[in-house]
């Protein structure tokens, strides 16, 4: 753990975006990938893609998914020029970084009555999944094929197929495996977090796990050795943390629940006010979960076999709730972006600008969009995490 606090302890403002003409909250960021690569992208609460150099943060291209509202941006993990959006109008569209033209490359299709608020692209680039908010009974999970994406031409494709039977309620965040192309997890205000392998012919038979997190889940991702761990966090601060590996075995799959992580930092020197997600530090087999204040504090807190324990508080960078961040295991460097409207470079000893704490952009913040606990039973054949 002292080497965690060290790498955090070390993190300095390097850079700070200029100000828009027209502040808005940057609500998702990704990090283009491959030797030399130097892109961020934001998602924007006023419905625009901002794309960034990544060491100036000087602003590159922007685009607009209007009428729809954005729910993340992704870049391709083998070309860094390819970005991926997904849109409440039932579309997802891939970008050209390289091209001026400020229209998309090809557009994935749902059907009419599809709001998408979660997606992913796999590892390797082939597939695109996205996750639907609940309407009347349905909710699904799209698929597509996410090949020649990088064509001048624009084209649109249709879905794969979808899954329908294992959420009940909107699926607010999906996430593929890192090095597994064919895994997939996904989280759901119906509390669920549900694992599946895409190579099976059907749902039924691809559900891998279902844990349950007793919560509305806020986001999902994937640790551990040969990331074998999924983990969460939820709409009302809480966090969960289960092993993959002891599916087959007698041991316990939950290795950690946290109902309120707010409670479980009231004894720190910067009580946490909401989380954000997690970061896992591959190198030190560390799962960081970073949360904030309302002040734009940002809290690091270590995630051990007894709980959550504080690594370090990042202060002086935003001055109202950070939305968004991202970590790049190149050089350690850590961006976030806020509800001030900053976009910030944390980097290990930087020596930058003398910079002020940015005045804040709202007086009211909107980090807890919703908040719906579900108590749902659901019933599989497969084996669950319970609590």
């Given at each position: 753990m002292?080497?965690?606090?060290?790498q955090?302890?070390?993190l300095?403002?390097?850079?700070?975006?200029?100000?828009?003409?027209?502040?808005?909250?940057?609500l998702?960021?990704?990090?283009?990938?491959?030797?030399?690569?130097?892109?961020?992208?934001?998602s924007?609460?006023?419905?625009s893609?901002?794309?960034?150099?990544?060491?100036?943060?000087?602003?590159?291209?922007?685009?607009?998914s209007?009428?729809?509202?954005l729910?993340?941006?992704?870049?391709?993990?083998?070309?860094?020029?390819v970005?991926?959006?997904?849109?409440?109008?039932?579309?997802?569209?891939?970008?050209?970084?390289?091209?001026a033209?400020?229209?998309?490359?090809q557009?994935?299709?749902?059907?009419?009555s599809?709001?998408?608020?979660?997606?992913?692209?796999?590892?390797n680039?082939?597939?695109?999944?996205?996750?639907?908010?609940?309407?009347?009974?349905?909710?699904?999970?799209?698929?597509?094929?996410?090949?020649?994406?990088?064509?001048?031409?624009?084209?649109?494709?249709?879905?794969?197929?979808?899954?329908?039977?294992?959420?009940?309620?909107d699926i607010?965040?999906?996430?593929?495996?890192?090095?597994?192309?064919?895994?997939?997890?996904?989280?759901s205000?119906?509390?669920l977090?549900?694992?599946?392998?895409?190579?099976?012919?059907?749902?039924?038979d691809?559900?891998?796990?279902?844990?349950?997190?007793?919560?509305?889940?806020?986001?999902?991702g994937?640790?551990?050795?040969?990331?074998r761990?999924v983990?969460?966090?939820?709409?009302?601060e809480?966090?969960?943390?289960?092993?993959?590996?002891?599916?087959?075995?007698?041991?316990?799959?939950?290795?950690?629940?946290?109902?309120?992580?707010?409670e479980?930092?009231?004894?720190?020197?910067?009580?946490?006010?909401?989380?954000?997600g997690?970061?896992?530090?591959?190198?030190?087999?560390?799962?960081?979960?970073?949360?904030?204040?309302?002040?734009?504090?940002?809290?690091?807190?270590?995630?051990?076999?007894?709980?959550?324990?504080s690594?370090?508080?990042?202060?002086?960078?935003?001055?109202?709730?950070?939305?968004?961040f991202?970590?790049?295991?190149a050089?350690?460097?850590?961006?976030?972006?806020?509800?001030?409207?900053q976009?910030?470079?944390w980097?290990?000893?930087?020596?930058?600008?003398?910079?002020?704490k940015?005045?804040s952009?709202?007086?009211a913040?909107?980090?807890?969009?919703?908040?719906?606990?579900?108590?749902?039973?659901?019933?599989?054949?497969?084996?669950r995490?319970?609590?």
């Open positions: 002292e080497n965690i606090k060290e955090f302890s070390s300095q403002i390097a850079k700070r975006c200029a100000l828009a003409k027209d502040p808005t909250y940057l998702d960021l990704d990090i283009s990938r491959g030797g030399g690569s130097q892109l961020v992208a934001v924007c609460s006023d419905k893609i901002r794309v960034y150099n990544r060491e100036t943060l000087t602003l590159l291209r922007e685009y607009s209007r009428p729809g509202l729910s993340g941006v992704r870049f391709a993990h083998t070309c860094e020029s970005l991926f959006s997904a849109c409440s109008d039932g579309t997802v569209k891939c970008w050209d970084t390289r091209l033209t400020t229209g998309p490359t557009l994935f299709r749902g059907s009419l599809n709001v998408f608020i979660s997606f992913d692209v796999s590892c680039d082939l597939i695109v999944c996205a996750g639907t908010e609940k309407v009347g009974d349905d909710v699904f999970m799209a698929f597509w094929d996410a090949r020649s994406c990088a064509s001048s031409v624009a084209s649109s494709k249709e879905p794969l197929g979808f899954y329908s039977e294992t959420h009940n309620d607010t965040k999906i996430r593929f495996h890192p090095i597994q192309q064919n895994l997939v997890v996904s989280g205000t119906d509390g977090v549900n694992v599946f392998d895409i190579n099976k012919d059907s749902e039924e691809a559900l891998v796990a279902t844990c349950n997190s007793d919560s509305s889940v806020s986001s999902v994937w640790s551990g050795k040969d990331y761990q983990y969460c966090t939820t709409h009302d809480g966090f969960c943390r289960w092993d993959l590996a002891q599916l087959e075995t007698e041991e316990p799959v939950t290795l950690l629940h946290v109902p309120d992580a707010r479980a930092g009231s004894g720190q020197s910067t009580k946490v006010d909401y989380l954000i997690g970061l896992y530090h591959e190198m030190m087999d560390k799962l960081v979960v970073v949360g904030g204040t309302s002040a734009g504090n940002i809290c690091l807190l270590d995630c051990g076999v007894g709980g959550l324990s690594v370090g508080v990042l202060q002086e960078g935003h001055s109202s709730p950070v939305r968004s991202c970590w790049n295991v050089d350690d460097s850590l961006l976030t972006g806020g509800e001030d409207a976009l910030l470079l980097k290990p000893g930087a020596v930058g600008k003398a910079f002020g940015k005045t952009m709202k007086t913040s909107s980090v807890h969009q919703r908040l719906r606990v579900h108590q749902h039973a659901f019933k599989s054949k497969k084996k995490a319970s609590l």
